[in-house]
């Protein structure tokens, strides 16, 4: 009876011994795949298309808000300061719906920081983004300064009150329009097909009231 209680130990100790080797191995290429995968979302086959889409609609912004801002600040008959709210608005809505899908249509290092804090975009790719945001930034200021000319002034706006009340309404404003885009573009319960217009109509209403 020993000699078989002996040897029932050693075949289930053997069978223990095969399933734990059989886990192991077949746990190892999951976990390669997986350190392969992880690398390819970091650094996906696309990342040019999203860091193109991210130059693109940056420059954009820029040209609109900036240009319609110059143009008001110059000849306000022809566009008012609504009306260049509203257009900085609308540009931000067709952005966001035109290369939304391709990169997110940050069009801000703001907003790209702020989803890379929140772990809604990954860390490694942020200084892509800013790179394009600025590189799409500056290009429109150049363009508007020799489509534009003789206009100097373009797009830029000076408090008319104290500075710190400029700068409280600044985090006001800034509050609002960061805290709508996270809350549309990163919570799933939000319809996301509204996401746009949502984070149009912020930046229209915030412009209204501090542009």
């Given at each position: 009876m020993a000699t078989n209680s002996r040897s029932n130990s050693r075949a289930t100790f053997s069978s223990e011994i095969h399933d734990i080797g059989t886990v192991q191995n077949s746990t190892t290429p999951s976990m390669v795949y997986y350190t392969e995968r992880s690398i390819?979302?970091?650094?996906?086959?696309?990342l040019l298309k999203?860091?193109?889409?991210?130059?693109v609609s940056t420059f954009l912004l820029v040209f609109v808000t900036c240009g319609a801002a110059a143009i008001s600040a110059h000849d306000v008959t022809r566009i008012s300061q609504l009306g260049q709210s509203v257009a900085g608005g609308l540009i931000v809505v067709v952005m966001i719906y035109a290369v939304g899908h391709i990169s997110g249509a940050h069009m801000n290092p703001a907003v790209t920081l702020a989803f890379a804090i929140f772990r809604h975009f990954p860390w490694i790719q942020v200084p892509f983004y800013w790179a394009a945001q600025f590189t799409g930034a500056i290009c429109a200021s150049f363009v508007l300064k020799a489509v534009l000319h003789p206009i100097t002034v373009i797009g830029t706006t000076e408090p008319v009150g104290p500075h710190w009340h400029a700068l409280v309404i600044e985090v006001v404003v800034t509050f609002n329009m960061m805290f709508v885009t996270l809350a549309v573009a990163t919570d799933t319960r939000a319809v996301g097909e509204l996401a746009g217009l949502a984070v149009g109509s912020s930046v229209c209403i915030t412009s209204i009231f501090a542009g």
């Open positions: 390819a979302d970091y650094f996906p086959p696309h999203k860091v193109v889409s991210e130059v």
